[in-house]
Structure formats: C-alpha cells, structure tokens
C-alpha cells in the first residue's frame, strides 16, 4: 500500500531514538534499509512514504539537513523525489512495473537518500506491486486448425497459448471455448506452470457435411476485475493426415553467453512426423512470442536450429522462454517450450557515481570525518560484479565500504590548509573478472582554513638605533609578523603591548604596516636605550597573537658642551669680586709642581665624552702648563722672583665631537711662600675689585639721569612748536593763573625796598607792552600797608637794601595797565629775594640807582621788578 512501509522497518520507538543514534556514530550509514511498497500506475504526486520522519528528522531539521535521494543508476531518479517542506517521498514519474522489470516475479527500485550536517546515507527500497492492467492477448487475430475427417473422437490438438504480461495471479489464464457438439476444450499443464489449451474433437467429421467450423478460444487472467482476450479458430475438415509432428522434447533448455556475435547457433529442435509424403514434412515457427524475443532469436523453419538475431547482454535479461511450434504437410502442429539462459560475461566496468561531497571541510575535522559518499556498482553478477576501491595519490583519506555498494572517503588524519589547501585523490573500482576491468574518478577535496596558527614574527628580537635629537614621528624601524592561515584569520594588525618602564610614550605602531614611529625627541643623556613589546594579532575568532621585543639603542651625539666641576663656573666672577678660589703656589716650586687639577665632565659618550686640555690665557705662558687628558696644571719650569705674585690662568676644555664643544675654567694663582704672605696680596686684589664697580655704578646712574634730561627737553620743545605762542609755561609761571592788573589799588607813595611777596616777570621778545603774571591775590584790593606788611611808609625795611638817598617814589605815578613786555630773551625771577641785590654790598646799589630815572624806579616797584633791571633792559611802561 502506498505511504505504508515494509515489514522490516524498526517500529515507532525505535524511530524516536534514531536522531540521537545518528549523532553518536559521526555520520555512520544506518545499517537497516527504509522499505516502501507502492502499486504500480500511481499518479505523479503520490505520497510513497514519509522518508524524513522515519528517518527522525523533524521539519525544523530539514532546511540544515538538506534531505534529497540519489542513486548510481540514474534512470531510477526519476520515478520518486523528496520534498523540501515536509520530507515525503513522492512519485515524480508514472510507474509501469512491466516496463521497469519485465516478467521478473518481484520488482523494486533502491536509491539512497542523503543528509548533510553530518553527511549520512540511507538506504531506500521501494517495491512496486503489480496491477491487473494487462489483458491476456493472442499472437494472431486467428487459429487455423485442418483436421482429417477420419479423425476419431478424443483426439486433441494444441492451440496457441495466450500471453499475459502481468505476474502472479495477474498473469494466471483461464480458458474458455465457444459451445459446440463437435468440439470440447481441454487444458494441459506444462513443466513450468503453464497451461496449454487443447482442442478435443468430441465427436467424427464428415467434410461431406460441414466442411469447416468457426470457434471462439477465450482466455482469462486471475485478476481483480479480470481481464480477458480471445481469438478465433477455424477448423477445416481435411482429408486423412493420421499423425501430427512430435517434438522430441517438450522443453528445450539451454545455456547461452552474452555478447554472442549474431547468427550464432544456440540449439535445435526436432519434431517427426510417422505420416508419409507430404504429410510427413514439418516446419518449425515460433509460436505466440513477444517480439523483443523475434528480434533477439531466430528459428529456421527447415532444421528448426534457433540461431541469435540480437545482442544478448545478461544485465538487461537473463533468461528466455518461449514456443516454436512445428506444422505438418497436412496442418497438423505441436509445440514445445524453448527455456533460454544467459551466462553473464565480465563486460561491464564498475559504475562510480559520487552523491555527495563535502567541499571544502574544515582543517580542524577529526579523523574519520566522512568528507565524500560514493555509490559503485557493477552490472555483472557472480564474481564479475564483486568490485573493491581504493584511492590512488598522497592524501590524508581512506575509503570505507559501506552497505549497499556504497563507500565513504574518510579523512585518515588530521588536516592542514598550510600545508595543502586541497587534495586531489582518484577512486579506483575494480571488479574481480578475468580479466578484471576497473574505472575510476578523480576527487578534488578542498580544506577551508581554520584559525589554527599564531602570527610569526621575522625576528623574535628586533633591534634599532636612532641618533638622539631626532624628529617626532621619524620612522625607527619596522616589525613584520607573517600568519600561514588565509583571509580575515591571516590578517596581522599590531599595537603595543608593553615594555621597559616609561618607554610606552617613546615609540608608536602602526597598526596595519607594523611600522615603529617615534613619538618625541630622544635625548641620549636621559635615555640609553629602551624596549617595548609589540603584539601582532591576526583576525580570527578566537584571534591568535604574537609578541617580539623591540628594543631601541639612542646613538649619542655631541650635544653637551664639557662641564667644569672645579674651577667652580662661578668661579672667575667670585674671584673678580675677590671671594674666589685661589692656589697658593711657593716660589721655591720646581717644575713639575701640581698647582691644581681642572675637573670637568661631559655628558656624551665616546668620542663625543673625551675631553682634552689646553692652556689659553696665562701672565706667564712659559711658567704653566696643562696636561693634556688629565687636566692637571703644573709648573712647566722653576718659579722665580721675577714673576708676578698673581697669576689668572684660563684653560679650555675640548671635547672630540663634530663640531666639537667647549668650556673654560678659570684659576687664580699667588706665588707665595704661605698663606700668611699671600693674604696681602688678596687684600689688594679686593680693594682694587670694588672700585671698578663703584666706578661702574655711578657711570650707569649718570648716563640714565642725562637720557632723562634729554627726552623731556625734546618733549617741552615738541609742545611749545605745537602750540606757537609764548614760551613754555614752565618757564613763565608754572600753573599760574594769568589776569589783568587794570584797576588794581596801589598807594600813590610807598617805601622803597623789596616787596615782602614773591613775583614772577616774563618778558618775550618782539613784544612791546610788559605783561605780568600774577599770583592770585587773596583779597580783590588790599590797603598799601598791608601790601607793605604793615610796616609805616618811611621807616626802612630791616630787608631793605636801598639806599638812604633814594628818593622817594613819585607819588602822582599812574595806575600799571598792563605790564610791558621786553624784547630780550625770557628770564624769571625767585620769588622772595631782594629786588636789588647789590644793595647789600656797599655802594654797588646807590650807583645802579642813580642811573635810574626815578619815575622808572617808581614803575618797578610797583612792578616788582629789580631796579638793576631795568639798567640792562629798556622796559616801556604804559602811561
């Protein structure tokens, strides 16, 4: 029944357990076959079976499984597919089971159908059941029969047996004849089964009264509903012919090899006839047969010898049997059954077909991972069909045989893409004939790269040197890390990973080229030499890394100028200023005599560190003398009294760089015999030390107050241009307020001698009128008294310096308008000082006065002008 499996399928809990089972073998082939058995004729889309369930996969598995059928003969494909969504199996094709397997008594179709994720193979056998679709059917539309009339009553004659192409109780034929009273119906069973239908002659002739008959032979099969075919058969009624042929056999067998060239001789019936004449010639024919078997064979009617028409080819079919039948001169026959068997012939190679490969598999498959299923079959039977495989080439598989005539390529070893990205092996089947044929077919397996390897470094240490006082980001050197594995698992990006203790801010990497850069200037004196680590991951996942050391050596270079330890730097300036170091160096010193020892250091190396000595400046060249590399100064001869007590040596310190630096020292030397005598000698050297410096600082201070004189009169001068009127105030009356003396009260007498208040006068040049400048008063118009402090008019003044034959002034003196101005350069006047200071000195003042008109003498009083003024300039007063 169809979608029913067979009797040998394990039952539903084994099934269940069938997942867990496949796991645990590693793609292991089941050893048990999946039946089916279907009926013939179904229609396409027939549900077969559900293959996916009975192989315990559920519906979610299928897509990841991957379920299809395969098979080595692939005609067999055709009749049944699997589906995607559900894992039936379906008929794809029309299935004719007398097409498919012709008379063969059970007829199956095996395939195997394959899993993936893991590779499994199950074997699949689908038995197909025979339908009644065949009807029984005669060779010719009509039997010819001639029966003598002398013939007597019970006498039977054979009848051509009808052919049903269906098996089993399908093809199982029942006959059936027409009613006459002349003539009965009798079957007779041959040897293999079959059954002959015999005509019995049931009562006598007479062709004077019927000369022929016309009957109807029917054959039925035993199917459900049967089915029937029929053909007639004539009898003519012949004069006598007693004896029909005998055959001398009713079954010939025979043996035949296949691949027999056509016309060869297979075997020869013989029929007698005991009648004479013509009556006694027989001719043989075949009787009912299939015409595949007319086009494979031959009979000759005269010798009845069965020759080969055809190729014979054991795997097609094995075995022939059909009838010949024999016929007298009168129309009397018989039959005989002719049994045929193949012998098969090693004609066939082994038939290699590949279901499935796994290309590429993984280099981290264990051993034993099947990487290939293969289906050989060998249509020859016997020993000529036993194949055996086996691989040819250097590869890390193996074949297995497997149930079926299925093999799997099996990985014998563990693989390595490095090493071998792909391996190319040939299947060799070969089959045990003699001679023994064989094929093959090649194998091409891909390995798919597994992130199995760490990147590599070139050098596990690298090293580099850099000159100090190098730019930041100069390249240092670069790092190379090589991964064997392939794509984003052979892709080494780099990035530090650590190093020597402060060295991390020195360097940067690239992280794709692996190029070392420096971050900062390096500076040999701070840093020798450092290291770092640098990691190279590849992109795998897990990733894999690598470290190497780099280590980076600073190359010096000269500079740092050599450093003076003693004479200390400040040495030369304490000394200056007589607090310096000195050496006390006795006369009596002979050549040869350490005076002192120049220490200095450099802070290069090498070359760039070797220091040499050299004496540049000394009162005496000939008296010292420097060592070259030690920096000792010695007496270069015997001190004597002709040299100076103090001696100024300057040396200069080399070092060997390019260019090379340099530094002096300086050291001070008294030749003396004891400290005690060389303490005058520093007395000098320290009073005569302070007065250059004295000097010095009065020199500085006098030129700044002479730079400041020197700007503010190109100032004053600037703002007397810009404003071009008078004289600059500062001269005149400084924040004085300027006013009119118009209207002022003056006494029309007053004493003569100097005004008790202070007065300012400017006089400009080119002017003709007098202008004064006045303090504001405190009062609008003070009494004369009070202008004259208090004192009475005729007394003098203790201060005064006038004479005592001054005349008085002139009282009827007019009022000043406004002060005349002279034409002689400006000049001001202190405030509170004798208006003539000649007064005081005898008679210097009576003669300037007498010169004086008294009328002027009057005006400069009230103008507070000197009077020996006005007998240098001519001041014109307003009347």
């Not at 397997?101 to 994720?117: H, I």
Request: glycine residues 8%; aromatic residues 6%; proline residues 8%.
């Amino acid at each position: 029944m169809a979608g029913r499996p067979g009797p040998s399928r394990r039952p539903a809990a084994g099934r269940a357990l069938l997942p867990a089972v496949l796991l645990c073998l590693c793609c292991r082939a089941a050893p048990e076959r999946i039946r089916y058995a279907i009926p013939e004729e179904l229609d396409r889309g027939s549900l077969v079976g559900p293959l996916a369930r009975d192989l315990g996969l559920s519906p979610a598995e299928l897509p990841a499984r991957k379920l299809r059928v395969a098979s080595a003969a692939k005609r067999q494909l055709r009749y049944f597919s699997v589906s995607e969504e559900n894992g039936n199996l379906y008929v794809s094709e029309r299935l004719d089971r007398e097409q498919m397997c012709g008379e063969s008594p059970s007829c199956a179709v095996s395939f195997e159908a394959l899993v993936q994720n893991p590779l499994n193979v199950f074997h699949v056998d689908v038995a197909i059941h025979d339908v009644n679709d065949n009807a029984p059917a005669f060779s010719k539309a009509a039997l010819h029969l001639d029966i003598v009339e002398l013939t007597l009553p019970g006498a039977r004659f054979p009848l051509e047996m009808a052919r049903d192409a269906d098996v089993g109780s399908n093809s199982q034929l029942t006959y059936q004849l027409s009613s006459n009273p002349s003539f009965s119906l009798a079957v007779k069973e041959s040897p293999d089964g079959s059954k002959q239908p015999e005509l019995v002659l049931e009562r006598a002739l007479d062709r004077e009264k019927q000369s022929s008959f016309e009957l109807v032979l029917t054959a039925v099969d035993g199917g459900d509903p049967a089915r029937s075919g029929t053909v007639q058969v004539r009898v003519n009624v012949t004069d006598a012919n007693d004896n029909p042929p005998v055959f001398s056999k009713s079954v010939y067998e025979a043996r035949v090899r296949e691949n027999l060239p056509p016309g060869s001789p297979v075997l020869r019936v013989q029929a007698t006839d005991a009648d004479a004449g013509s009556n006694a010639r027989v001719s043989y024919s075949f009787g009912n047969v299939p015409d595949g078997v007319r086009a494979l064979f031959s009979v000759d009617s005269e010798s009845g010898e069965v020759r080969t028409a055809g190729p014979l080819d054991f795997e097609e079919r094995s075995k022939y049997s059909f009838g010949l039948e024999a016929r007298d001169g009168g129309g009397l026959t018989a039959h005989c059954r002719v049994q045929l068997e193949v012998t098969d012939e090693n004609d066939n190679a082994p038939e290699i077909t590949v279901l499935s490969v796994s290309s590429p598999v993984p280099e981290d498959a264990p051993a034993g991972t099947v990487v290939a299923l293969l289906n050989v079959n060998d249509a020859d039977s016997g020993e000529n069909g036993q194949v055996s495989c086996e691989l040819s080439g250097e590869a890390p598989l193996s074949i297995v045989a497997s149930s079926g005539g299925s093999y799997k390529v099996v990985t014998a070893s563990a693989l390595d893409r490095e090493q071998a990205a792909e391996h190319r092996v040939t299947v060799v089947a070969r089959d045990g004939g003699s001679p023994a044929l064989s094929s093959r077919t090649a194998l091409v397996l891909e390995v798919s790269d597994v992130n199995d390897n760490a990147p590599v470094f070139e050098e596990a240490a690298y090293s580099a040197y850099v000159a100090e006082n190098n730019a930041a980001g100069a390249p240092v050197l670069r790092v190379r890390a090589r991964d064997a594995d392939a794509g984003a698992n052979g892709r080494v990006s780099y990035w530090l990973a650590g190093g020597s203790a402060g060295a991390a801010p020195y360097v940067s990497v690239e992280a794709r080229s692996g190029a070392v850069y420096a971050q900062r200037s390096f500076d040999y004196e701070q840093c020798r030499e450092f290291a770092v680590a640098v990691r190279a991951q590849d992109g795998g996942a897990p990733a894999r890394s690598s470290t190497a050391t780099v280590r980076v050596f600073v190359l010096d270079r000269n500079d740092n100028a050599p450093r003076v330890l003693w004479p200390a730097a400040g040495a030369g300036a304490g000394a200056a200023a007589g607090a310096g170091p000195f050496e006390v160096v006795p006369r009596s010193a002979e050549a040869g005599y350490l005076v002192a020892k120049v220490v200095a250091v450099d802070a290069d190396a090498g070359r760039n560190a070797w220091l040499s000595y050299e004496l540049v400046q000394a009162p005496e060249p000939a008296l010292f003398r420097v060592g070259l590399h030690s920096g000792e100064v010695r007496t270069a001869r015997a001190v004597s009294e002709r040299d100076a007590a103090k001696q100024r040596l300057v040396a200069v310190v080399k070092d060997h760089g390019q260019p090379a630096l340099s530094a002096t020292a300086t050291l001070h030397v008294v030749l003396a015999e004891s400290l005690q005598e060389a303490l005058p000698e520093l007395s000098e050297r320290a009073a005569g030390a302070d007065a250059p410096a004295e000097l010095q600082f009065y020199l500085v201070l006098a030129l700044a107050l002479l730079s400041a004189l020197f700007l503010l009169s190109v100032a004053l001068a600037v703002v007397a241009r810009v404003r071009g009127a008078g004289p600059p105030a500062v001269l005149r009356c400084l924040g004085a307020q300027r006013f009119s003396v118009a209207g002022a009260a003056f006494p029309a007498d007053f004493c003569e001698g100097t005004l008790p208040y202070s007065y300012n006068l400017c006089v400009a040049p080119g002017r003709a009128v007098a202008e004064g400048a006045w303090l504001p008063p405190p009062l609008p118009s003070l009494p004369a008294e009070e202008l004259l402090g208090g004192e009475p008019c005729g007394k003098p003044s203790p201060s005064s310096s006038a004479g005592a034959g001054e005349p008085p002034a002139d009282a009827d003196a007019p009022q000043v308008g406004k002060p005349a101005r002279s034409r002689s350069s400006p000049r001001a006047f202190p405030s509170r000082r004798p208006l003539f200071p000649g007064a005081s000195r005898g008679g210097g003042a009576g003669a300037a006065l007498s010169r004086v008109p008294a009328r002027e003498r009057r005006h400069a009083r009230a103008l507070r002008l000197p009077l020996d003024a006005l007998s240098h300039r001519k001041v014109r007063v307003a009347p």
